[in-house]
């Protein structure tokens, strides 16, 4: 059975010979089935930036990834400082050392599109941060945690008795 889309549409276009060429070579050198798949992932990815331009109050989720140098610990409390400031849009980080002290990080991020940026520019004003890429979906995370018919998170350390006691005061 074919998990393909049923409602799909044809598109016809004309490139010029050496992009056609090398769309053709990524298309072999990652293994992909078809052009198709390997267009449709570009506009995807097109469609996720535009969304973050022109609606930058929109909810987006993706990642954030850093490669930075350690820099005697001084860029790891300053990048720890800053994703505490945006606390509700980082969900999650990972981090590994590299060679001649460098590290990656990458963040789960979710949030309104301009605040993503705004901790994208914060993470850029730390000295040591050498590269720095976003990349966003429309697709959200679903809500992790709502109190019952009330979309909100309970308050940490809370329990459901004494959210229902404070919903009765």
Do not use: W
Request: with cysteine.
């Amino acid at each position: 059975m074919s998990s393909e889309p049923t409602n799909l549409a044809r598109l016809s276009m004309s490139l010029p010979a050496e992009l056609f060429r090398q769309l053709d070579m990524m298309v072999e050198e990652r293994g992909l089935p078809s052009r198709s798949q390997l267009i449709a992932e570009l506009i995807r990815h097109a469609l996720a930036e535009h969304e973050a331009r022109v609606r930058p109050d929109d909810m987006l989720a993706g990642t954030v990834t850093l490669v930075y140098r350690g820099n005697r610990g001084k860029a790891r409390q300053q990048l720890s400082e800053t994703q505490a400031d945006y606390l509700k849009e980082v969900i999650s980080s990972q981090h590994v050392f590299l060679e001649d002290d460098q590290s990656m990080e990458v963040l789960l991020v979710q949030g309104p599109a301009n605040r993503l940026e705004e901790l994208c520019d914060a993470l850029r004003g730390i000295r040591g941060v050498n590269q720095l890429q976003l990349v966003t979906t429309t697709a959200l995370l679903p809500p992790l945690h709502e109190l019952e018919g009330q979309g909100e998170a309970p308050a940490k350390g809370a329990t459901k008795g004494a959210a229902k006691k404070r919903e009765s005061a």
